[in-house]
């Protein structure tokens, strides 16, 4: 009795506990460390849409990433808004140990699903000739195995699809409630075929599942009691992970939450707020991920009230509000027919650079992806967009055969001039990189066994994943999860590993039994500082690593003609672009014409440089950025002089300065505008490329010695007249003095840009700038007229 007692005291504890506040900031805490540890940057988008209070139903998708999905959404809702979300989760995930111990912590549903419980079936099946909605067995015992309301899948090869049995005839014939695939008569077509192949080979049939019926109402019940609390559920609505490139066709679980929840009880009005979740390469470890919140919906009173009416009633406003749910995701989803169409997408994304666009913040490329992707939807067919298409292939493949990145190409070097420039770059970022990878390989070492463990494991649950789903492709949305649940496991064991391994050195050593005392403490609070240093430098090296191809490229004989080459297709086929956008955007795009410019960001510039804190070449403007952004961002800026450039303002020979503040500026590959940059020119602009591209940190860290070539890159118009005589100015009080201070002039004062853009090219550039300098003193008014 005592032991019993004992036993449920406990039990109240542990509920208490996981009903308690603090469990959910134990588990963020946890959590919110290993994803952005895991992720190399993580943004939100469109937080503002998320309410205040009331009860919400969050509705997210694509499911890309198992287990760390929740986590990025209940993560940036918490800090937004500081509330807290429940997730409804699968009821086979929760009878894992350490998956069901972090789901309670923040308090989720458990959801059976009839998949979960799929069983093979007896014999083979068949579709009767003249009735698709009759299903013909051999060797089968439908009597034993099946009741109505179970389900019947069939194999991959056909697309598993599902269908509800509604009565059993015998142990060799039943009946379905709709046909395989709904009433489209495709699957039913490819179903047919399949048995006529099989048939060939001499196999009378398919193998087939049985999947058990599942009444859902106690988790309905669970929800309900939580929107009428007024708290916040997160679901996933496609039902289960995937890597698919499209949705998957939605589950009606939300329209029955948050129409029943509202059935239930009048005075419960439920929002529903859509949230896209995107990702750079979600496997892979310092990938990138965005996570967009929608506009938040209500639902339909009219909706609520068919609800009440059961039966087609109930049906046809299910299926009416579910529809709503899928337009509200599509507006803040990526969505591609398949792979190869996204990857042809992003690639053509990468060739689009009008101005006001040069650098793009993470949210950004995900609004442009879904662009270029509608608008790729409706105009799939037209000649001049397939053939771009097909060009932009191309290039990507000649790309891929050189090893090159698209964003690497207007850098390379092109001129047979500037190779000694290019040898002493290469060199430099040699000696970079061997500084890098000397301090990143301690804490690659130490912590080698947690990366090849996580590694291994992921894998070999891919392929579990895999091998159990039927709506995976390569398993690749359950790797992520695991390398972060593993690597949870394996620290703290590998940990205390050293900490032992320490104190036993220090007692073989003699040392002092205070050392002694001592080493189990310091060991377990340098680890993890080690392997944070080791992620940041290797970071940098792995940057400085992959902007090495390029310049050893521009160093090989004959490669100067060829990359100029490349350049010169990439900007033709940039241009096409450029001309079919402008064509088909206003038509899709209301916001057209607005968007060619940077949107505002949602980060608000402090106004106050420091020494952690960067300034952008925009005067009073820093990046949003410091010191642990990137291991030697500070001591760049030190000692290539981007403060004292900027103190100085913005050179003629530079970039000109934008007017909108909100404009990013990416400074290291933190902070880059596509998934696959990172070339570590971005921060290190040391040597200036013979073409006269300037990046934007080398713009602001010029000094005045530059090529007349700059001036050419600012030709916007032919000159279509002479220089206009500016109206005189009125002078200054100050200017009456009889030691008038003589102000030298500047390529500011009344030189127009069409101006500057006219000159010689070959004339030399202190001949062009003694001619703008007169011109600057006769367009001055004289002193008589002031």
């Not at 111990?101 to 059976?112: G, Q, S």
């Not at 069409?754 to 004339?763: M, T």
Request: proline share 6%; net charge positive; with cysteine.
């Amino acid at each position: 009795m005592s032991v019993k007692s004992s036993n449920s005291e406990g039990l109240s504890l542990m509920e208490r506990f996981y009903a308690s506040s603090f469990s959910y900031k134990t588990f963020l805490v946890v959590w919110a460390t290993a994803i952005h540890t895991f992720f190399r940057e993580i943004r939100p988008r469109g937080a503002f849409n998320i309410p205040r209070d009331g009860p919400v139903i969050f509705v997210a998708a694509p499911h890309h990433n198992q287990f760390l999905d929740p986590v990025l959404l209940a993560n940036a809702v918490y800090r937004e808004t500081g509330r807290q979300v429940s997730f409804l989760i699968a009821a086979k995930s929760m009878k894992r140990k350490a998956i069901g111990f972090f789901a309670k912590l923040i308090k989720c549903i458990p959801v059976a699903r009839a998949a979960d419980d799929a069983k093979p079936g007896t014999g083979k099946i068949r579709l009767a000739p003249d009735d698709p909605f009759v299903v013909l067995g051999e060797g089968t015992k439908f009597l034993s195995e099946f009741t109505p309301r179970m389900q019947i899948m069939l194999p991959r090869s056909v697309g598993s699809p599902v269908a509800e049995v509604t009565q059993v005839i015998s142990d060799t014939e039943l009946k379905i409630k709709r046909e395989f695939g709904g009433e489209s008569g495709k699957v039913t077509n490819r179903i047919k075929e399949k048995l006529d192949e099989l048939k060939a080979q001499g196999i009378n049939g398919m193998e087939f599942k049985r999947l058990p019926f599942i009444d859902q109402q106690e988790t309905f019940r669970h929800v309900y009691q939580r929107l009428t609390d007024g708290a916040c559920v997160g679901i996933f609505p496609e039902g289960g992970s995937h890597d698919r490139t499209d949705l998957l066709p939605f589950k009606a679980g939300v329209s029955i939450m948050a129409l029943g929840a509202m059935a239930n009880n009048s005075d419960v009005k439920v929002k529903l707020v859509p949230v896209g979740l995107s990702y750079f390469h979600a496997h892979r470890f310092r990938s990138r991920a965005v996570v967009e919140f929608g506009s938040a919906l209500d639902v339909p009173v009219e909706f609520v009230e068919k609800f009440k009416q059961g039966g087609l009633e109930k049906r046809e406003a299910v299926s009416k509000f579910l529809d709503l749910v899928y337009e509200a995701l599509k507006t803040v989803t990526i969505r591609a027919p398949d792979y190869d169409t996204l990857m042809l997408i992003q690639a053509a994304r990468r060739l689009y650079k009008p101005p006001g666009l040069e650098h793009l913040t993470l949210g950004q490329v995900v609004e442009l992806n879904k662009r270029f992707l509608h608008g790729y939807n409706v105009y799939r067919d037209d000649p001049r967009l397939q053939a771009l298409l097909s060009n932009v292939l191309k290039y990507n493949r000649l790309l891929r055969d050189l090893g090159l990145r698209d964003h690497q190409v207007p850098r390379a070097k092109t001129s047979k001039r500037a190779s000694w420039k290019t040898l002493s770059l290469l060199l430099y970022r040699v000696g970079l990189l061997s500084i890098w990878s000397t301090f990143a390989l301690p804490g690659v070492i130490l912590n080698g066994p947690i990366f090849l463990t996580a590694s291994i494991l992921s894998e070999k649950k891919a392929k579990e994943a895999l091998a159990a789903s039927v709506v995976k492709i390569h398993g690749r949305d359950v790797v992520a999860s695991w390398k972060v649940l593993i690597s949870l496991g394996i620290t703290p064991v590998l940990y205390s590993f050293y900490a032992v391994l320490a104190t036993i050195i220090a007692i073989k050593a003699n040392a002092p039994w205070q050392w002694r005392l001592l080493a189990p403490p310091l060991t377990i609070i340098a680890l993890p500082a080690i392997g944070y240093a080791a992620l940041k430098f290797g970071e940098a090296g792995s940057d400085v690593f992959k902007s090495l191809r390029p310049l050893i490229m521009s160093l090989m004989p004959g490669q100067h003609q060829y990359l100029e080459r490349l350049k010169a297709t990439r900007q033709t086929l940039s241009n096409e672009l450029m001309d079919i956008i402008n064509e088909f955007g206003p038509k899709l795009f209301d916001d057209f014409d607005k968007n060619h410019v940077v949107l505002p960001s949602s980060s608000v510039p402090s106004g106050k440089s420091g020494l952690w804190q960067r300034k952008s070449g925009v005067p009073g403007v820093e990046t949003q950025e410091n010191l642990f952004a990137h291991p030697m961002s500070w001591l760049d800026e030190r000692l290539f002089g981007w403060s004292r450039s900027a103190g100085r303002g913005t050179s003629a020979w530079a970039d000109p300065p934008s007017k909108s503040p909100d404009i990013s500026r990416p400074t290291s590959p933190d902070a880059s505008d596509g998934e696959d940059t990172g070339d570590y020119d971005t921060v290190l602009g040391v040597l200036r490329s013979d073409d006269g591209h300037v990046t934007p940190n080398r713009a602001r860290s010029r000094s005045h010695h530059g090529s007349y070539a700059d001036l050419q890159k600012l030709r916007m118009t032919e000159v279509q007249g002479q220089l206009p005589k500016g109206p005189a100015e009125p002078g200054s009080p100050t200017e009456s003095g009889l030691h008038r201070r003589q102000r030298r002039a500047s390529l500011s004062d009344r030189v127009t840009v069409e101006r500057i853009g006219a000159l010689d090219r070959q004339e030399p550039f202190n001949e062009c700038t003694d001619d703008i300098n007169t011109e600057i003193q006769k367009n001055k008014p004289s002193t008589a007229e002031e």
